[in-house]
């Protein structure tokens, strides 16, 4: 193995040269695309506008370093991705069904205090991501949340319970949470750490009349601060 030879193969100034040329003309060109696209900027990409993305990315990458590459089919790709998208996004607005088809559709975590169970079979990855995101918004128990819901890019919405609204919840606080058991130490109100349903227990141990679910953990109702 030579190391000349990884790094340096074949490469001399002119194609340095021309190397800078194909990248500055792919960059223009993947602005102009995204531009063209009609999209103001990116918080949160939906999937479709990831695969969007790794369509661009990857027509663009060869012909910036690659000689061989003349650049005309990466911006015959580009004029078809784009076309594509605006044709989706058209059709997306003119129909839900077509919308929910490629975007996805939002969807409730939490209604009323409680998690969303119907709309949790649709959820493919765990709790803790929500959690700790209600976290990042001062919750401290979900008996704050009159409605959170999941966007089709990411983000999770909320809707708080005003101060005196505010019932007893759910903790999310990692200390708190963790304390979960099945046996119940003393009668009192307790919080299903499943579902998030609150009940009185006086007994040692209790099963959710929600979800079944067996692990509770004291509920709180301490206001939001925010
Ligand atoms: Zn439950």
Same mark, same amino acid.
């Given at each position: 193995?030579?190391?000349?030879?990884?790094?340096?193969?074949?490469?001399?100034?002119?194609?340095?040269?021309?190397?800078?040329?194909?990248?500055?003309?792919?960059?223009?060109?993947?602005?102009?695309?995204?531009?063209?696209?009609?999209?103001?900027?990116?918080?949160?990409?939906?999937?479709?506008?990831?695969?969007?993305?790794?369509?661009?990315?990857?027509?663009?990458?060869?012909?910036?370093?690659?000689?061989?590459?003349?650049?005309?089919?990466?911006?015959?790709?580009?004029?078809?991705?784009?076309?594509?998208?605006?044709?989706?996004?058209?059709?997306?607005?003119?129909?839900?069904?077509?919308?929910?088809?490629?975007?996805?559709?939002?969807?409730?975590?939490?209604?009323?205090?409680?998690?969303?169970?119907?709309?949790?079979?649709?959820?493919?990855?765990?709790?803790?991501?929500?959690?700790?995101?209600?976290?990042?918004?001062? &919750?401290?128990?979900?008996?704050?949340?009159?409605?959170? &819901?999941?966007?089709?890019?990411?983000? &999770?919405?909320?809707?708080?319970?005003?101060?005196?609204? &505010?019932?007893?919840?759910?903790?999310?606080?990692?200390?708190?949470?963790?304390?979960?058991?099945?046996?119940?130490?003393?009668?009192?109100?307790?919080?299903?750490?499943?579902?998030?349903?609150?009940?009185?227990?006086?007994?040692?141990?209790?099963?959710?009349?929600?979800?079944?679910?067996?692990?509770?953990?004291?509920?709180?109702?301490?206001?939001?601060?925010?």
């Amino acid at each position: 193995m030579e190391w000349t030879q990884i790094f340096f193969k074949g490469v001399d100034l002119s194609l340095a040269v021309e190397v800078v040329a194909r990248t500055l003309i792919m960059f223009a060109l993947i602005l102009i695309v995204l531009r063209a696209t009609g999209k103001r900027g990116v918080r949160q990409l939906s999937l479709f506008e990831v695969a969007i993305i790794i369509g661009l990315g990857s027509a663009a990458g060869d012909p910036m370093f690659n000689p061989d590459e003349p650049i005309l089919p990466a911006i015959i790709v580009f004029i078809v991705i784009c076309a594509f998208y605006r044709l989706m996004t058209w059709l997306a607005s003119k129909s839900e069904k077509f919308e929910v088809l490629v975007e996805g559709k939002a969807l409730y975590i939490i209604e009323d205090g409680m998690f969303d169970l119907v709309d949790q079979k649709e959820l493919f990855f765990g709790k803790d991501e929500f959690l700790a995101e209600m976290r990042q918004q001062n &919750v401290e128990h979900l008996g704050q949340i009159r409605t959170a &819901v999941l966007e089709t890019n990411g983000n &999770v919405s909320f809707i708080f319970f005003d101060e005196k609204e &505010v019932k007893k919840g759910l903790p999310i606080w990692p200390k708190v949470y963790e304390k979960k058991s099945k046996l119940i130490p003393a009668p009192g109100t307790y919080a299903c750490t499943y579902c998030g349903n609150v009940e009185d227990i006086t007994t040692s141990s209790h099963i959710c009349r929600r979800c079944n679910c067996e692990e509770w953990v004291m509920a709180l109702d301490t206001k939001r601060c925010s």
